[in-house]
């Protein structure tokens, strides 16, 4: 599957959950609805990825997790907050850079409309 195939089902996946729930509910409860519509997709997911920092090619002894990894190429960081910040957006930049993944995309599902709350990032 092209990624940009791949990226518009994550989209697609994100406002069905969406529209079922609406806003308002823990960034988890919207993790775990959308690994199961991943799943009923048969979409390859892997969830909370470890991402371990690297500093001057040693491992420092911290670790990021990354909410999900689609596919080998996609990294999708959820998110349930009033208003996305730039620190949100460097958050996803920054796990594109450390795991080598070229394409983000960044979902706040606080927000009316789902597509208001999309932010896509490549690399």
Do not use: W
């Not at 609406?22 to 990825?49: D, T, W």
């Not at 959820?78 to 979902?107: C, D, N, P």
């Amino acid at each position: 599957m092209k990624n940009e195939e791949l990226t518009e089902k994550i989209i697609g996946a994100a406002i069905e959950v969406h529209r079922e729930l609406g806003p308002g509910l823990l960034e988890s409860v919207y993790e775990e609805c959308l690994c199961r519509e991943f799943a009923m997709s048969r979409m390859r997911i892997e969830r909370q990825k470890e991402l371990p920092v690297i500093y001057k090619g040693m491992p420092v002894g911290g670790h990021y997790r990354i909410d999900l990894v689609i596919g080998d190429s996609v990294i999708v960081e959820l998110k349930s907050v009033e208003m996305l910040l730039r620190v949100h957006e460097a958050q996803v930049l920054t796990y594109m850079r450390m795991s080598g993944i070229g394409i983000g995309l960044l979902l706040n599902f606080n927000v009316d409309i789902l597509q208001n709350g999309i932010k896509r990032f490549v690399l």
